[in-house]
């Protein structure tokens, strides 16, 4: 399967990929299979102690070992720059990819130098209001620049690509679609380890999976919680996830008086116990790229409830999920309480999502195919 001669250049914000027998080290190491070469710098601080590792016979990971955060995306583009001349990259034979809007702004520098093309990757919309915070915001004033002068944008869904094409006026042949990968096989056949219905003593759990962060907006879960509670009190939520809200969203289930109704489990490296022994899967964001832990949870078993974000949008509300703004709790909570009294809804709801799912999704050969093809015809815009 692999491109004779084409090398490629990523730069990569995913730490991940040095985590051994992860699955996403596993998916570099089949990118890999698609070149000749693929080298990955990836954005690091010399806090995480990572070093220069080879994956496979020609997959390479060079971490930045930054001082600071700041200093990432500069030392990315000095480390891509002498790569492209070490490793002898040959424009037209050559791509650098980028899988964020800093990565994106060293491969640009990279590509200025070299004159070798560069795909970047948006996994979320950059400009969207709630795409908020510091860091955020320096993404956002250096993300039109970047696309502008990319020479191809990878996205996740159709929204996505309409959204950026409209602001941003990009002609829209740059603009390929790719939804994530997601292995539905895998998802399937994991095994339950545990049941959330032995560990905690509710009747009905709600999960969520989410980074908190202040777009998943997770205090609005909470607020559904405390108006399910109220007509059914043996409800609980399992929130899996870490981030900056942790102590906000306790503080608030202390002022809902939710003590006893809610566990922060924090991140977790396997989810198929969460997804399969569940009872709902509910998610909040404010937006989302794509939601690839809506999609796990779904091919899982689970009946969804959500906002109308990332591939949500392309859901059928009342078929696939239940579908509401965020601004509407009491509907939340309405559907929660409708699918706590009928086994049958939830049923429905998990057989159509599952159907809907698995027609939308790509096989990993598909997948891999598309890859390969947006590499391939990046490689030829030479200027």
Same mark, same amino acid.
């Given at each position: 399967?692999s ?20 699955a ?18 990836l ?30 995306p500069?030392?990315?583009a ?11 990259? !040959? #424009?037209?034979?050559?791509?650098? =990819?980028?899988?964020? +809007? ?6 640009? &520098?990279?590509? /200025? ?6 795909e970047?990757?948006?996994h ?5 209001p ?5 860091q ?10 970047v ?11 159709e ?13 829209n ?54 108006? !399910? #509670?109220?007509?059914?009190?043996? =409800?609980g939520?399992? +929130? ?6 942790? &102590?906000?969203? /306790? ?13 922060f ?5 396997e ?5 399969k ?38 859901l059928?509300?009342?078929?696939d999920a ?27 709801l998990?057989?159509n ?11 990993k050969e ?18």
């Amino acid at each position: 399967m692999s491109i004779s001669g084409l090398k490629v250049l990523m730069i990569s914000s995913d730490r991940n990929i040095l985590v051994p027998d992860s699955a996403v080290e596993e998916r570099m190491k089949t990118y890999g299979n698609l070149v000749e070469e693929l080298h990955i710098v990836l954005l690091s601080d010399t806090s995480h102690g990572l070093k220069e590792t080879k994956l496979s016979e020609n997959v390479w990971v060079y971490p930045t070992n930054s001082l600071t955060s700041i200093l990432r995306p500069i030392n990315a583009a000095r480390m891509g720059k002498r790569i492209i001349l070490d490793k002898k990259f !040959v #424009r037209g034979e050559s791509v650098i =990819t980028a899988d964020s +809007i800093e990565c994106g702004w060293a491969g640009l &520098k990279i590509k /200025k130098k070299w004159r070798i093309p560069l795909e970047v990757q948006l996994h979320t919309d950059p400009f969207s209001p709630y795409f908020s915070g510091f860091q955020n915001r320096v993404r956002k004033a250096f993300a039109r620049t970047v696309l502008a002068h990319t020479d191809s944008i990878r996205v996740v869904s159709e929204n996505l690509k309409l959204n950026i094409v409209n602001l941003l006026k990009i002609e829209n042949s740059k603009l390929k679609i790719l939804p994530i990968y997601v292995d539905k096989e895998k998802i399937k056949n994991e095994a339950i380890k545990f049941d959330l219905h032995a560990r905690y003593p509710w009747h009905f759990i709600i999960l969520t999976v989410s980074r908190l962060a202040p777009e998943k907006n997770l205090g609005l879960a909470l607020e559904i919680l405390s108006l !399910v #509670r109220q007509r059914f009190p043996d =409800t609980g939520l399992v +929130i899996v996830g870490s981030g900056p809200e942790e &102590k906000s969203l /306790k503080l608030k289930v202390q002022s809902l008086k939710l003590e006893g109704g809610v566990e922060f489990v924090g991140w977790q490296r396997e989810l198929a116990s969460f997804y399969k022994t569940a009872n709902v899967f509910l998610q909040t964001s404010l937006f989302e790229g794509y939601g690839l832990s809506l999609v796990e949870a779904g091919l899982s078993g689970l009946p969804i409830v959500t906002t109308p974000v990332g591939i949500a949008e392309d859901l059928e509300h009342g078929k696939d999920a239940y579908i509401y703004p965020a601004s509407r709790p009491d509907l939340f909570a309405e559907a929660i309480i409708d699918l706590i009294e009928s086994n049958q809804k939830r049923e429905n709801l998990r057989f159509n999502l599952k159907k809907t799912l698995e027609s939308k999704l790509l096989s990993k050969e598909q997948y891999l195919s598309k890859l390969k093809e947006n590499w391939e015809n990046t490689a030829k815009k030479i200027k």
